[in-house]
């Protein structure tokens, strides 16, 4: 046996403690002129019948180490467990990684934080499954008061200001308005995700620097609206 | 004993195959124009006397659960031991976690990977310790050439892809930039990050726009150059 061999074979038997991997999703859509963000009801403890953010744990396996799942793997398995939602239809992305001491009454939990944005038409098809007994679309103005589980809250909050940040100089705002919109539809996306109404002179100036930019682009037809027919534009790409 | 006691203790007694949770630091600066990363050589298996990120597991304690350590804290103690710097002087972000299965030949090990930019004039003094037999800066341009051990040249191309995605609209370059610059100082920063000389012209209208966001602002003083004094500006804020 080589050197490393013995030293690989000698490693594995020592017992480290070891913290347990989750992951938790904050999953965003628009209804009803609000930003929601889906919960589900817990059926077991820790915080038994609180909502709390989906999600579970990774699943690292017995056998071979080059087989257990990866974690974004984990993330759209419990997606669609949790939700019923089809992660081939939803944006997903790693968001940040929770690991403090005590965040988990049960054990030391570490746990890879991911964000999804659903598009508004796909978002009534959900459904509780998995660790859920139910599962709801929440206005984030209100998160505060239901008191969620563990620190979620805290996890929605940095996956609001990462969206917000994002929404000037990327294309996130993609999987949050129809294929094609006007500039007052995009505004009142901008507006809703903010949580504060736009200056329409303010946001007319960044639209045409996207324009200029290629990130937008006119799309054919007019929209028939309450004044005059007005130009409809849409993403040049899905996301960045 | 209540119902969630029960459960609790119940729970904490089942066995469940546990990942070994690491960080990972992705260390920069700037040295001789170029765009440096800090490595370590390997004391020990797995890749012996390789070059790597220095790095290495997060402590979780075998106490109770609300005493181990944080994941900050992990990258903050392994930057110290393994560089030699002091972290209360150097710039540290969590940059992305990375889980997948065989990543690591030892065990299945998931490690929440940080960046970390330090000022030019504090580059020079490391010192290697802990795993580390050795320490050096080197080129990003060259990494490939190097071999780097596990997944490391993939988070070094991550970090290298935030932190230039970052530098047109955040503080970031606040860290690789003396207190007060001109602006061909600048835009020679920015071209060492991002790989290219950047065209003055261009550069210039970027400029012009942190000025008037209220990103820059002017300094006392003017520096002293080959041809007429030139205006320095600073920063107005430390990153962001």
Do not use: C
């Not at 071979?64 to 799942?69: A, S, T, V």
């Not at 507006?191 to 799309?219: I, Q």
Request: net charge positive; aromatic share 10%; no cysteine.
């Amino acid at each position: 046996m080589s050197d490393e061999k013995a030293f690989l074979t000698a490693y594995r038997a020592k017992d480290y403690p070891r913290p347990s991997v989750a992951v938790d999703l904050v999953i965003l859509t628009i209804i009803d002129a609000q930003l929601r963000v889906l919960l589900v009801k817990r059926k077991e403890h820790p915080f038994k019948g609180q909502w709390a953010l989906p999600g579970g744990f990774v699943r690292v396996g017995e056998g071979p180490i080059e087989q257990g799942e990866d974690l974004d793997e984990a993330a759209r398995r419990e997606l669609k467990e949790e939700t019923g939602l089809d992660p081939e239809r939803v944006y997903l992305e790693q968001l940040f990684t929770f690991g403090k001491a005590g965040r988990d009454p049960r054990m030391r939990v570490i746990t890879v934080a991911y964000y999804a944005l659903v598009r508004p038409d796909l978002a009534p098809f959900v459904k509780a499954g998995g660790d859920a007994s139910d599962v709801e679309w929440f206005d984030v103005a209100v998160l505060s008061k239901l008191k969620l589980g563990f620190d979620h809250e805290e996890i929605v909050e940095m996956a609001l200001s990462r969206i917000r940040g994002k929404l000037e100089y990327t294309n996130i705002a993609f999987d949050l308005v129809p294929a094609t919109f006007t500039i007052p539809e995009l505004r009142h996306v901008h507006g809703v995700v903010l949580g504060k109404p736009m200056d329409p002179g303010n946001f007319r100036r960044s639209f045409n620097r996207w324009l200029a930019e290629g990130r937008l682009e006119v799309a054919p037809g007019k929209r028939i609206t309450s004044s005059k027919p007005a130009a409809v534009y849409r993403f040049k790409r899905a996301r960045d």
